[in-house]
């Protein structure tokens, strides 16, 4: 249980482009999710959190004009990136706040999505 | 939110115990401990969560003395396929989690 997927985990676009990516709770609602952000060799880098049915939010520095997130279902989040360029590419991965049987709150996350931005 | 303090590399050979200890002084009093493994190119997978004293699962096995401001993944017998990046997370009320640099654990033959 508590599988989160991504679509597409990969997409190579030109620069100008706008791309989405969604984020998936299959087996569980999740009205919390969170995207990250992770360069090569680099940690996750939180971007935001995404919230059912409100507004994101953003962690400081990150564009939300650039990265639009909408959760509009509690197994639904997608994030757009719009007008891409190179500095964009990245691999995006999100998750979904769930709990598992004797745990406190978990994030689940997805496979994530690589990003190249020509 | 409290920051994590863990080494950048270990490295091992396969079938030895591997202890990964991460410092985190100021932890809240709500936070709790949670660990994740990350392969490249993948999202990261959980492995174990504790508050305090010690729990121990399936893959692992996690050590939180009484004043919480450190915690040691244990991890039993490596293998060739727990090279990774592990990451020590502190998560509280808010239930984000902030990563560190992670520890990069290679594991040899």
């Known amino acids: 249980g508590a599988v989160v997927s991504q679509h597409p985990s990969r997409v190579i676009c030109k620069s100008g482009t706008s791309v989405k990516i969604e984020c998936r709770s299959l087996?569980?609602?999740?009205?919390?999710m969170f995207w990250y952000r992770q360069f090569p060799k680099q940690s996750l880098m939180l971007m935001a959190t995404?919230?059912?049915?409100?507004?994101?939010?953003?962690e400081q520095g990150v564009e939300k004009d650039k990265f639009l997130i909408n959760h509009a279902s509690l197994t639904l989040s997608t994030l757009t990136v719009a007008s891409a360029h190179p500095e964009d590419s990245s691999f995006y991965i999100c998750?979904?706040?769930?709990?598992?049987?004797?745990?406190?709150?978990?994030?689940?996350f997805g496979p994530g999505t690589r990003l190249t931005v020509l | 939110l409290a920051k994590t303090t863990q080494p950048i590399s270990m490295d091992s050979y396969e079938g030895q115990e591997v202890n990964i200890t991460c410092s985190h002084n100021?932890?809240?009093?709500?936070?709790?401990i949670t660990w994740y493994q990350q392969f490249p190119s993948q999202g990261p997978r959980f492995i174990i969560q504790?508050?305090?004293t010690k729990v121990t699962n399936e893959v692992a096995s996690l050590f939180i003395p009484a004043d919480r401001k450190s915690s040691t993944l244990s991890l039993p017998r490596v293998s060739l396929s727990d090279t990774a990046v592990y990451y020590c997370l502190l998560g509280g009320a808010t239930n984000k989690l902030i990563f560190g640099t992670g520890t990069l654990l290679a594991v040899q033959p």
């Open positions: 504790g508050y305090k």
């Open positions: 998750s979904a706040l769930g709990q598992r049987q004797n745990t406190y709150n978990e994030q689940f």
């Open positions: 995404s919230n059912e049915g409100s507004k994101a939010t953003y």
């Open positions: 087996d569980f609602q999740a009205t919390t």
């Open positions: 100021n932890i809240a009093t709500n936070d709790y």
